[in-house]
């Protein structure tokens, strides 16, 4: 029997325990003796290397049965590297670019994927698409702290989710309630002055069949970003999130878990310098410390169902309403407009108010049989998806708020109060429903051979409002979208695949005259290899692949925000991935990547075979992480050291592929001490402080992250 979607995801890697540490993510479900069989071999809290994945399939399914690229960071990688936020969890996973827009303060998780942009059309939560889009600045952002796992399914996704983009999506595992009881308190130390509180709490009854989990972390910090001549003012943030789940278990074969979280995210960072009229980065932003604020508060409740009927079927439901309010305004730079003045630039202010929420429901059949020598796991559901959003954009131009121009030879900030403008210019909404039915069947034949085959039909129906002139727009569309998969499973370990998989995906918001943007298609071919070490704690991976995108969107270089997109046409991406991780000795953890993209403009467009922006041609990472306790010596034992090095190629900055922002190499390190019921982490990333630039478009440079050091100290009892 198989449990709900993420429960076969939070148990430990290996057969293979520490004695000294408590399986502290078994279920209750100990009564049935399948279950206990599957956690013994499911879980992966001790390790880097995760075995199974319900990402993929929406079935628990080894990963080295699953013909398509997916990685699995682990909760225990996430509390090694000190993950702080979510993109920091990606930083060493192939074929992900994260922080193209360099040191992000302000909450949002920018990354692409095989070279698209996946800033929300990745965005999956619980095997629930969490994709959910403002037409602005809104979107649903995350707290690592409160994740169990983080599994990364590349390539177009969408038969089996409705929402997935051709470049995959990241399906983020939230911890749940578990029998064994949890008690875990977390303080945290860092530069910048970082502040930040922690707790994650769990109990159950004697018989587990009614469980409690309560997480909850108080963020509160400076950033990188210092404003000059303002005597070292630096933007802040404030972050709460809170989210308890319960779960029961009314019989044996029967169990409900609902989950409720809140989220309040208040940011005063601002990213964006002012290039020089002579193209130099200045270090003077274009914003204001007392003006650029982002407010954002979100939440969302949830429920999951599992029913096993008899040894053969077992029904999901899983359901989700999300809600978003965001209030967001900055600055923008108008450029050097006075001869006389040739380094004063003119600025204008520009202020939002968005909502955004977001319904899911799905809803699926399992069926296992065999016929002959056949075995199938067969998957037969419906989902709905629906999305509304609203926009209310302000802009201080041209009416009477303007803020004073800014000399990047002298920068003298808050010299006089701004107010936030009240133009309205846009008024706007946009709602988004999705209806999809779908089917899948895993043929196992003769313990070697397994064919995936998967299919679905979605259909859509979208509405534009642009309520300034009174207009509204309707659209349908609908389409079939499908999977098919062929993987040899040989006895030592090693799985050989091939597979085709296509998308279909509504693209949420409209460009900068107001035109919402036609849904975008995708098609892949994939051929790799995989490779599990029998009876080993590792997985090492290579992938091949060839990607085409129709209707992709790109920055629109118009727009002097830089938040407006366009659509660009047809994007073929082709490359390899290579990936290990596991553990290669006793005590000591690797990670290894590699990645080459290949990626142009196909469509006969002012674009046609160019790279398109912020995409670098090869990625490399690796991580090395050791306990010294394994050599025997009792004064070493707890003691751990590790260390990492990422290395991204050079990027375009236009998409007329002028100029480039060059490649760099960052490094990162780790010392942790664990006795008894505490331990204590120091890491640093980009260790030597490298001053680096993400990227240079829309007249603006990218800073990229400076060295942030932090020191946790957690006590579990």
Known sequence: MQNSIGASDRKTDSPEKDSDKPDTNRTADSTLPAVVVEAKNTGETSGYAAKRSITATKTDTPIIEIPQSISVVTRNEMDMRSVQNFTEALRYVPGVTVDQFGFEGRGFEYLMMRGFNALTTANFRDGLSNAAQGLFFNSFITDTYGLERVDVLRGPSSVMFGRGDAGGIVNRVTKLPTATPIREVQFQYGNFDRKRFAADLGVANKDGTIMFRLVTTALDTDTQDRYPNTGGERAHNERFYIAPSITFRPTAVTTITFMGDVLNNRSTSSPFFITAPDGRFTNVFQSEPKFSHYAQNQGSFSYRLEHHFNEMLTVRQNFRHAFQKGTFQDIFSLGFNNPEQPTVADRSTYATNERLNQTVLDTHLQAKITT???????????????????????????????????????????????????????????????????????????????????????????????????????????????????????ANGIAPYFSYSQSFMAQPGVDANSKPFDPTRASQFEAGVKFQPVGGRSLYTVAFFDLTKTNALSRD??????????????????????????????????????????????????????RPIQIPTTMASGWLDYSFGTLGYEWLKGFGLGGGVRYVGSTFNEEGNISTTPSFTLFDAMLRYERGPMSFHINASNIFNERYISTTNFNRYYLGSLRTVVGTLTFRF
């Open 372 to 490: 002959g020598p056949v075995h199938h796991t067969m998957l037969l559901g419906a989902d709905w998806n629906q999305t509304n959003a609203s926009l209310r954009y302000f802009e201080g131009y041209n009416s009477g708020f303007v803020p004073p121009s800014i000399d990047i030879a002298n920068p003298i900030y808050a010299s006089q109060p701004i107010p936030r403008p009240d133009m309205l210019l846009q008024n706007a909404k946009q709602r988004i429903d999705q209806l999809g039915f779908y089917i899948q069947d895993q043929l196992k034949y003769n313990e070697n051979w397994i064919l995936t085959l998967s299919g679905r039909y979605d259909m859509l129906r979208t509405k534009d409002s642009d309520l300034l002139s009174d207009s509204a727009t309707r659209n349908k569309d609908s389409a079939f979208t499908g999977r098919a998969g062929l993987t040899y499973l040989f």
């Open 557 to 610: 270089p118009s727009d002097p925000t830089g938040a407006h997109l366009m659509q660009i046409g047809e994007v073929r991406s082709r490359g390899v991935e290579l990936e290990g991780r596991g553990e290669l000795l006793r005590g000591l953890n690797a990670i290894g990547t590699f990645t080459y993209l290949d990626v142009d403009n196909v469509k006969e467009t002012d674009f046609k075979g160019k």
